[in-house]
């Protein structure tokens, strides 16, 4: 079984920064994709950023430029740093690993999401 605690989210005035962090813990063979996802209310929960096949990046044009993920492989963390903040960006943020966890099949694992809110 694989588990993930996210960390990070709050209130923040337009303009600021917060930084979202997603650990995961339990029996992980490896981690194929590692991922930050968001749902606004009333909205379809969309991509944010992830790191895909072959170590690359993908963002949405969005936050391109304002946010950053980035991952430590030995500690099976992935964080979203989220620069310049705007209204349209509260949401909950939810991580989103693809994990082939020992003896089980590869899967996606959620994160319990974190609310980011910002004020204008």
């Known amino acids: 079984q694989v588990q993930l605690v996210e960390s990070g989210g709050g209130l923040v005035q337009a303009g600021g920064s917060l930084r979202l962090s997603c650990a995961a813990s339990g029996s992980i063979f490896s981690i194929k994709v590692m991922g930050w996802y968001r749902q606004a209310p009333g909205k379809q929960r969309e991509l944010v950023a992830a790191f895909i096949s072959g170590g690359s990046t993908n963002y949405a044009d969005s936050v391109k430029g304002r946010f950053t993920i980035s991952r430590d492989n030995a500690k099976n963390t992935v964080s979203l740093q989220m620069n310049s903040l705007k209204p349209e960006d509260t949401a909950v943020y939810y991580c989103?690993?693809?994990?082939?966890?020992?003896?089980?099949?590869?899967?996606?694992?959620w994160g319990q999401g974190t609310q980011v809110t910002v004020s204008s």
């Open positions: 989103n690993l693809l994990v082939s966890a020992t003896g089980a099949a590869t899967r996606g694992y």
